[in-house]
């Protein structure tokens, strides 16, 4: 899995597609579950049921999980767990969370037009980047004014293009962004705000907008809620394997993961597992241009899900989980 970027990092998989990277961890992500599958195939026959390992496309905003849950292929999966590196966790640390997790997030791209002309004669166009600044001014009082301090939502406007010329006023610009939130009422809320803003801003500055959520491209994640039987058997398989010094109880983060699918559809957890050597200087944060992997952290990873694989089904059939976990596949 690719992110749109220019990789910074000279090693011998440096990506060869101009304006694209390895970032967020993918590659090692996918290699900690081949080597899970080579430790399950080792021992097979002792497995208590059957594990299905997702190698899932289309991660980074395209939604890829919604379409493994719709092609049916989980359907009689009972329990899904799901493993993400990161940098700022120590190599051989774990961290994760009961609940609410992650939080659900969305996206947005606006054109705001209005009539172009020259720089020096203002009064004979209308100014669609004064119109689209004033538009990002007012999308950041959604949150500090209109959202519970209590309740953790983000707008952030991230792109922002207009114009090609210093003396020219556009005829139009487009800005895009995002929004978050834990709750499926706020979420809601910012999106018809956002709408709301964008277009009557830009009226008030005699300009037209379109809003595009981008719902086909990019759709809506859900936040990403741990299940609380599954997060205490992570808590407990990971201890035995780490030690429990090595378990961090991380709070919510605004971030989103398209792994929420999968909790809509059955129980499921989604954990952290560190990757930066203290001896070494800090790691990149996974979507720097950076960014690099530590690869001591690939069996450690591989070993864990493993061992998650293993447990889950021989606890199943001793029926020491949930009593309504009846299907024996993961």
């Known amino acids: 899995m690719c992110l749109y970027g220019v990789e910074m990092v000279e090693w011998e998989h440096k990506s060869k597609v101009p304006g694209k990277m390895h970032a967020c961890g993918h590659d ?9 599958a080579k430790l399950l195939k080792e021992h097979q026959d002792e497995l208590q049921g ?37 940098n700022q966790l120590s190599l051989g640390q774990v961290s994760s969370r009961e609940g609410p997790l992650l939080a659900g997030s969305g996206f947005f791209e606006a054109k705001i037009s209005g009539k172009g002309g020259h720089a020096a004669l203002p009064q004979h166009a209308i100014d669609p980047i004064l119109a689209a600044s004033n ?10 004014r209109e959202a519970d301090p209590l309740d953790s939502q983000v707008v952030t406007v991230a792109k922002f293009e207009g114009g090609g010329a210093f003396n020219v006023i556009p005829d ?22 956002i709408e709301q803003v964008i277009t009557r801003q830009a009226s008030v500055h005699m300009c037209n907008a379109t809003v595009d959520f981008l719902e086909e491209e990019k759709p809506f994640f859900p936040p990403t809620v741990n299940n609380k039987d599954l997060h205490m058997f992570f808590k407990n398989v990971s201890g035995d394997m780490l030690g429990t010094q090595n378990y961090v109880e991380m709070q919510p983060l605004m971030g989103s993961e398209d ?11 989604f954990s952290f597992v560190g990757m930066q050597d203290e001896a070494k200087p800090p790691m990149a944060s996974p979507h720097s241009p950076h960014f690099e992997v530590n690869e001591d952290l690939l069996p450690i990873g591989a070993s864990l899900h493993a061992s998650m694989a293993t447990r ?18 993961l």
């Open 135 to 144: 538009v990002i001014v007012s999308l950041q009082h959604l949150v500090s």
């Open 259 to 269: 792994f929420s699918f999968y909790q809509e559809a059955m129980p499921g957890h």
């Open 312 to 329: 889950y089904l021989l606890d199943l059939k001793t029926s020491s989980l949930d009593k309504s976990y009846r299907k024996d596949e």
């Open 172 to 193: 139009s610009v487009t800005i895009g962004g995002t929004f978050r939130a834990f709750s499926t009422k706020s979420f809601t809320q910012l999106k018809r705000r």
């Open 50 to 86: 059957t594990v299905i390992l997702v190698f899932q496309p289309a991660e980074e905003g395209g939604g890829g999980a919604k379409k493994i849950v719709e092609a049916g292929v989980l359907k009689d999966v009972s329990a899904i767990f799901g493993l993400h590196v990161t």
């Open 28 to 36: 090692a992500h996918t290699t900690m579950l081949l080597g899970a």
